[in-house]
Nanobody, 121 residues
Framework: QVQLVESGGGLVQAGGSLRLSCAASGRSVSTVSMGWFRQAPGKERELVSTIRRSGITYYADSVKGRFTISRDNAKNTVYLQMDSLKPEDTAVYYC???????????????WGQGTQVTVSS
């Protein structure tokens, strides 16, 4: 079992920054693939960014160049640094863990409870 707890969400003005944290327990983040997803009101949940066990990262086109995913193995935590935030980034952000080295889409095994990010214009 892997437990995930997100934190760091909040209200920020457009152009501002936030750093989300996902603290994991039950397994080292270096041994699982980790992903950040988001769901805006009335929309389907979408993939934002992933970091594989190998360290290879992926970003959705909508956040490329603005968001950075990273992990701290010592703290067993994955981060999502979000810069140049836009109102359309407003959503509940979820972190997830997959036991697969190559998880497909949203086929992740463990999910956090989510943290709200609101970007005002």
């Amino acid at each position: 079992q892997v437990q995930l707890v997100e934190s760091g969400g909040g209200l920020v003005q457009a152009g501002g920054s936030l750093r989300l944290s996902c603290a994991a327990s039950g397994r080292s983040v270096s041994t699982v693939s980790m992903g950040w997803f988001r769901q805006a009101p009335g929309k389907e949940r979408e993939l934002v960014s992933t970091i594989r066990r190998s360290g290879i990262t992926y970003y959705a086109d909508s956040v490329k160049g603005r968001f950075t995913i990273s992990r701290d193995n010592a703290k067993n935590t994955v981060y999502l640094q979000m810069d140049s935030l836009k109102p359309e980034d407003t959503a509940v952000y979820y972190c997830a863990a997959s036991l697969s080295a190559y998880p497909l889409g949203q086929r992740y095994d463990y999910w956090g409870q989510g943290t709200q990010v609101t970007v005002s214009s």
